[in-house]
């Protein structure tokens, strides 16, 4: 079993910038893919970046698409979320996921792929 823990949350106001880490316990050869989804009070999870562990290559939301960065420590278990020129409808509970699946990061904005999450940090980004 993966463990996720996500940080970095915080309040921010418009133009700002944070970055969000997940943590995990492990990451073997059967996480293929991590992903950052987020949820805004009122609506569904929607899926916001990936990345691939086998091969680096990326996957973005086409919202955040140009503003935010996906990276990976594999020293520290730990994928990255750099958030850059936030927006106040950035605004949500942000999760990162784990698919043990072999699939790629053209469907990882897809949720439904997705095995293991963490708890969820919150960002707040003020007008």
């Known amino acids: 079993e993966v463990q996720l823990v996500e940080s970095g949350g915080g309040l921010v106001q418009a133009g700002g910038s944070l970055r969000l880490s997940c943590a995990a316990s492990e990451l073997t050869a059967d996480v293929h893919v991590i992903g950052w989804f987020r949820q805004a009070p009122g609506k569904e999870r929607e899926g916001v970046s990936c990345i691939s562990l086998s091969d680096g290559s990326t996957n973005y939301a086409d919202s955040v698409k140009g503003r935010f960065t996906i990276s990976r420590d594999n020293a520290k278990n730990t994928i990255y979320l750099q958030m850059n020129s936030l927006k106040p409808e950035d605004t949500a509970v942000y999760y990162c996921?784990?698919?043990?699946?072999?699939?790629?990061?053209?469907?990882?904005?897809?949720?439904?792929?997705?095995?293991?999450w963490g708890q969820g940090t919150q960002v707040t980004v003020s007008s």
């Open positions: 996921g784990a698919a043990t699946v072999p699939i790629v990061t053209i469907i990882g904005l897809n949720e439904g792929v997705y095995d293991y």
